[in-house]
C-alpha cells in the first residue's frame, strides 16, 4: 500500500488537484476538512465542537483527526493506497500516522507538497470564497489566521519529512493542468 500525504498552504490546490491524483493511482482520498465539514452539515456532536473551532481558523485536537483517519484506513479496501489530504498537521500528528501506518506492516511512500507564495494564498482563497461555501473562506482575519497557523505548526512538517527522505515539493503557482502535470511527473 502507498500512503502519500498531499502537503501544503491553505488555498495551495490541494483538493483541486486530489482527484486526478486518486484516479491515476487507485487511491483512496482522505481530506480531514471535507470529512469535518460533513460531520457539521450532520449536525453530529463531534460536528458542533468542530465548528467553532474550524469556522475561527483553528485546528481541531489532534486525536479527532487521527481517530477519523484511522477509521479510514481500516474501512477501506481495493485500492492501491490512500491520498491524505490536510492531514497531518502538527508534528504530533506526523508522528502518530507514522505509528498507524507502521501498525500495518507499511512506511509512508512520500509528501507531495505544493507550494505557493503567501500572497497567491489570499488571492486563491478569496476565489474560492466566491465558489465554495466556507465559512473559513469568507473573513479575512480567518483567513490570515489560518495563514499564521500553518507557519507556526506545520510548515515545521516539511523539515519531518525531509529529514526522512520523503519530501517532494512541487511549484504549485500556473494553471491546475501545469501543477497536475508536475505532481504526476514527481509521482511516475
Ligand atoms: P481544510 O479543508 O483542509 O482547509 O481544513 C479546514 C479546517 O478543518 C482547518 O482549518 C482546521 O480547522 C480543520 N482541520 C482539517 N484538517 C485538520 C487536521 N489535520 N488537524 C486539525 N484540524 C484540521
Redo the contacts with the bound molecule.
Keep these: 500500500m502507498k500512503y502519500y500525504v498531499l502537503f501544503g498552504p ?1 488555498g495551495a490546490g ?2 483541486t488537484q486530489a482527484g486526478a491524483m486518486v484516479e491515476r493511482y487507485n487511491l483512496c482520498h482522505i ?4 470529512l ?2 460533513s460531520e457539521i452539515a450532520a449536525g453530529t456532536e463531534l460536528g458542533l465542537k ?1 465548528k467553532a ?2 469556522d475561527n ?6 486525536q ?2 487521527e481517530d477519523m483517519i484511522e477509521a479510514k484506513f481500516r474501512g477501506t479496501k481495493g485500492v492501491d493506497g490512500f491520498l491524505l ?6 508534528l504530533a ?1 506526523a508522528e502518530a500516522l507514522d505509528s498507524m501506518v507502521e501498525k500495518h506492516g507499511e512506511n509512508v511512500t512520500a509528501c507531495i507538497s505544493i507550494m505557493i507564495p503567501d500572497s497567491l494564498i489570499k488571492t486563491r482563497i478569496a476565489h474560492r470564497a466566491l465558489v465554495e461555501d466556507r465559512a ?1 473562506d469568507a473573513r479575512p482575519e480567518v483567513v490570515e489566521h ?1 495563514i499564521e ?1 500553518y507557519h507556526a505548526k506545520t510548515e515545521p512538517l516539511i523539515q519531518f519529512y525531509k529529514a526522512a527522505g520523503k519530501y517532494k515539493e512541487i511549484d504549485g503557482t500556473g494553471t491546475i493542468e501545469e501543477v497536475r502535470s508536475r505532481i504526476f511527473e514527481a509521482m511516475d
Design positions: 491553505p490541494k483538493g481530506s480531514t476538512g471535507e469535518l465539514r468542530a473551532l474550524i481558523g483553528n485546528l481541531v485536537p489532534d479527532v483527526v489530504d490536510g492531514f497531518p498537521r502538527t500528528q473559513d489560518r497557523t
